[in-house]
């Protein structure tokens, strides 16, 4: 089953909730971000791809210094790659969110109902992309402590002068 | 989790009937058997863990974030500091993950060296996977032996590409350098096979040499560990994780095979991975075995255990046959890549088997040589997500049983 079919199932199951099917080495289908529970559901139960290899996000913007040469909407992606037992297809779903600020960090539903290791790649991803997961369990910072200030992966993510006393820079 | 119909027949019934107060207990992070620094907070009733939380991060270093500031090339070396213990393996999942984005070809000789030196780096990481577990269930000799053992592939791997941990040898496009034509044996192997020291013969008889040596051992482990009566009772039906939990929770790796789901990439992968071991014979070992002992049970830290056991003995075959062909092959063994080439604005995402499990790369190109975005999916990461169920309702000495059955390493969790 090709990424063309699977993205045909998804549309005839969920309609509008399910966009472009945008071409890449590893294709990938844009879906709007109120669906993804009842998509993922589908997509393991329906579907049978049982694995949830990645969840993460990619902060598509700028780079410090480089603004004039970016091209289209700064953006976060959050990104669901999935596939079957044995190995036979793969399905990478992205939502595309606003980027936000650190005061209104931008929100899409856990998946983590769906797949129990979602929970943790969840955590990670609000831990150093910053989203906030609605409806996870416990969203806390995973890899840097509870009190590191910021999203590391974000470009625009400025590195402290120190911390707990330590000199960083 | 292990609990037993009638609390009668538990042999634990004592510690339910002596209700103590809940404490809290923090395994780690300077523990011996946590693998690196790792924290396990313990929430105990007794003898019994009540809930376990792992908390993870001490070894961050932000990984994905530096692979955002370099070329793919340059990014090779910090590819060795996540899985230290496979560094092999971890060099050529992002090569590969790179050829997959800029279509590179590699030539066959240089993937009959790449199927050797990652199923050394493989029996490399199993052995020291296993000397450590059973260190940690306070059997000391395996250990050692299995050090000895390691040693020898680290002093091979050292002749091939000058390295002993970190190699950054598998780059994309092939490899750094050719196999070396001489190398003096190995002083370790030179010494247990008896002959003498600084005698020199080409890398891939070394390398067979080392192989003919090691391969009657492995029946030594296992009379040493896998059939040793203490070792099997703190180790089977300990633990015990089913097939649709392990998917559940992102496992792979023996992990996931220990539970009986057949999965592997080396057989089952993209074609870019899957290509290389094109024409290999071999077996994936995959529970519930036929020679397990009786107390052991599909999925429990006995059946991850040998699964790994196994896959050495397929590993070893496995070197034995890319050497052959390596010899026959003529041609190049790489080709070029230059440092600084322009990644394509397109993204790719590919998964290889390391020894630990399904280890995943993935780049975001933008048109200049830098990716946007550098993705590193652990493998250990998902295992070790398993440790708060199956913990619970365990005796706290047979927590670092199931952790080591896991065989995680922190530096891969954290990156």
Known sequence: MSAEDLHAALRDRFGDAVRDLHAATNPWIEIAADAVPDLLTFVRDELGLQHLNDLTAADIAPRPGEESKFEGEPRLEVVYRLSDFPLTRTLTLKVVLPRGSDDDLPEIPTASGVFPIAAWHERETFDLLGVRFVGHPNLTRILTDDDWVGHPLRKDYQQPEEYGGIRCR | ?415
Request: charge should be negative; glycine fraction near 10%; proline fraction near 7%.
């Open chain 2, 1 to 415: 989790m292990n609990a037993v119909a009638d609390p009668l027949l538990d042999p634990r019934t004592i510690e339910f009937d002596v209700r103590t107060d809940e404490m809290l207990v923090n395994m780690g992070p300077q523990h011996p058997s946590t693998h690196g620094v790792l924290r396990l907070l313990l929430r105990t009733d007794g003898e019994i863990v009540r809930e376990c939380t792992p908390h993870i991060g001490y070894l961050h270093r932000c990984a994905e974030k530096i692979g955002e500031n370099l070329t793919p090339a340059q990014y090779i070396p910090y590819t060795d500091r996540m899985d230290y213990l496979a560094a092999m393996n971890m060099n050529l999942g992002w090569s590969c993950t790179v050829e997959k984005l800029l279509k590179i070809d590699v030539p066959e000789k240089g993937r009959h060296l790449r199927v050797a030196i990652a199923e050394l780096g493989r029996i490399a990481s199993h052995l020291l996977g296993m000397g450590a577990y059973g260190l940690d269930l306070g059997s000391f000799s395996p250990f050692l032996y299995a050090f000895r053992e390691r040693e020898i592939i680290l002093d091979l791997f050292e002749h091939a590409c000058g390295a002993r941990l970190t190699y950054s040898y598998l780059t994309p496009g092939g490899a750094t350098h050719d196999l070396p034509e001489i190398v003096p044996l190995p002083p370790g192997l030179a010494q247990v096979t008896g002959v003498a020291e600084g005698t020199e013969m080409s890398w891939c008889d070394a390398v067979r040499r080392f192989l003919d040596w090691f391969e009657p051992r492995i029946e030594e482990y296992h009379t040493l560990l896998t059939r040793n009566g203490i070792f099997i009772k703190r180790t089977a039906g300990i633990g015990e994780m089913s097939a649709a939990m392990a998917i559940g929770h992102g496992c792979t790796g023996p992990t996931l095979r220990g539970s009986g789901v057949d999965h592997d990439l080396r057989r089952d992968g993209e074609e870019i991975y899957a290509r290389h071991y094109e024409g290999y014979e071999f077996e994936i070992p995959i529970g519930p075995f036929p020679d397990a002992p009786p107390d052991a049970i599909l999925g429990d830290n006995w059946t991850r255990f040998y699964c790994r056991m196994l896959e050495v003995v397929q590993s070893v075959s496995l070197v034995r046959q890319a050497l052959d062909r390596y010899e026959a092959t003529d041609g190049p063994f790489r080709i070029a890549h230059r440092w600084n080439q322009k990644l394509p604005k397109d993204e790719c995402y590919l998964e290889t088997e390391c020894p630990r499990g399904q280890m995943g790369f993935g780049i975001v190109g933008d048109g200049t040589p830098i990716p946007v975005r550098t993705r590193v999916k652990s493998s250990s990461f998902c295992n070790l997500s398993v440790i708060g169920p199956l913990s619970v309702g365990c005796f706290i000495a047979d927590v670092p049983s199931i952790l080591g059955s896991l065989d995680v390493v922190m530096g891969e969790i954290d990156r």
